[in-house]
């Protein structure tokens, strides 16, 4: 259960190694609100730097996006285009294995991944990261939990499944069809509202909490075009207030709100797409933005997002690795992570739930290591704040 080192000396292609090994030392920006104020979107693709105390790698293999080089949900190193991908089935009740729960009662503390090779849902207990129960073919896609103990996650087939947790298992309640994409971000509002990007395309889907808790085949109640990005990767909610992340019209990689009203995107944040892959993201209590960049570090930017208080590498050395979705626990003192790396025969991507210290500065344990698997999202019920 404890965090692996690979051997990977060898073994991982020299493009893998290049995308995670360098990095370009720490660069800042000056904060807003001193003599040499920055503006409040910090545009950082030009100069490749971050705001203040952000490290940003830097890869020279990068190539735009266009028509013969679409976006992916993860680095083209970790996409494995020879894995054929599950098409998924219709999920049912997922039950819960009694015998390796640790005791807790309610709120109970379940960790839910979501696979994008072989769409499965696996459930772990948080405490152990002990596999509870399995979902085959049911997912594939990002994963939200609400505060009321509802999870949904997005499918294969462009729908999204959502149900109750309970101590016996997971028990659906809805599904949902997307307007034109794929849920690889998923969040849910304080309110209990749903919303999903549409990958790759730049508009999320809205649906409402009494569709979560009992609807079969609703569209959604509307969908915002998002002005000001491209292509929607990760959603995360700040209380009522909805966040993405993602490839911004202006050709950076861009983190900010989205106006539930008008769709409009205020950025807080930008890097260059040379130095920075959009991952997961998640707020703490304090409204702090706990920021995932694919390409080995973990950021937290205070409100109002103006600089970092920590930049976190979490691929050093030999165990090369990228997370993808992250999600903050109720306690707020572990952030666990959907995390990817190169098995040790190096022909195929393995995936597991890795515990990283929060505030961010050292690794925890992990669950056990499930091979020929791209866990794309990851949330705990219940969430970190309600």
């Excluded at 130095?275 to 950021?299: C, M, Q, R, V």
């Amino acid at each position: 259960m404890n965090h692996r080192s690979l051997p990977f000396t060898g073994l991982a292609p020299a493009a893998l190694v290049a995308l995670l090994a360098g990095c370009s030392g720490a660069s800042g920006i000056t904060p807003a609100g001193t003599a040499n104020s920055a503006p409040e979107t910090q545009s950082l693709g030009r100069a490749e730097i971050g705001p203040a105390g952000m490290i940003l790698p830097k890869h020279a293999d990068f190539v735009p996006y266009g028509a013969t080089n679409p976006p992916e949900p993860v680095p083209r190193e970790f996409m494995l285009p020879s894995v054929s991908r599950s098409p998924g089935v219709r999920p049912s009740f997922i039950a819960f294995k009694q015998e390796v729960r640790t005791g807790k009662k309610a709120p109970l503390n379940y960790v839910f991944t979501s696979d994008w090779i072989t769409a499965d849902i696996n459930i772990y207990d948080e405490a152990t990261l002990s596999l509870l129960g399995q979902g085959v073919g049911y997912g594939g896609w990002g994963v939200a939990a609400d505060a009321k103990g509802h999870v949904c996650w997005g499918r294969t087939s462009g729908t999204i499944a959502c149900g109750s947790v309970t101590a016996a298992g997971w028990e659906p309640t809805a599904y949902l069809t997307e307007s034109s994409g794929q849920a690889l971000g998923l969040a849910f509002t304080s309110n209990g509202d749903l919303y999903a990007t549409n990958f790759p395309k730049n508009v999320i889907d809205h649906w409402s909490k009494a569709q979560v808790a009992g609807c079969t085949s609703c569209s959604p109640i509307d969908s915002l075009t998002v002005s000001g990005i491209s292509s929607a990767y990760y959603l995360g909610a700040d209380g009522g207030k909805l966040y993405v992340d993602g490839n911004s019209t202006e050709g950076s990689i861009a983190v900010g709100s989205v106006n539930l009203t008008n769709a409009k995107f205020k950025a807080v944040a930008t890097a260059p797409p040379s130095s920075f892959f959009p991952g997961g993201i998640a707020f703490d209590k304090s409204h702090t933005l706990i920021w995932n960049n694919e390409f080995g570090y973990l950021y937290t930017l205070p409100k109002p997002y103006t600089y970092v208080t920590n930049s976190f590498d979490y691929s050093t050395g030999s165990s090369a690795q990228i997370y993808t979705g992250i999600a903050l626990d109720s306690s707020e003192t572990t952030l666990l992570a959907a995390n990817h790396y190169l098995c040790q025969n190096n022909y195929s991507s393995c995936s597991d739930v890795q515990e990283n210290s929060y505030p961010l500065g050292t690794l925890g344990i992990a669950s056990a290591t499930n091979g020929d698997i791209e866990d794309l999202g990851i949330a705990i019920t219940p969430p970190g704040k309600d």
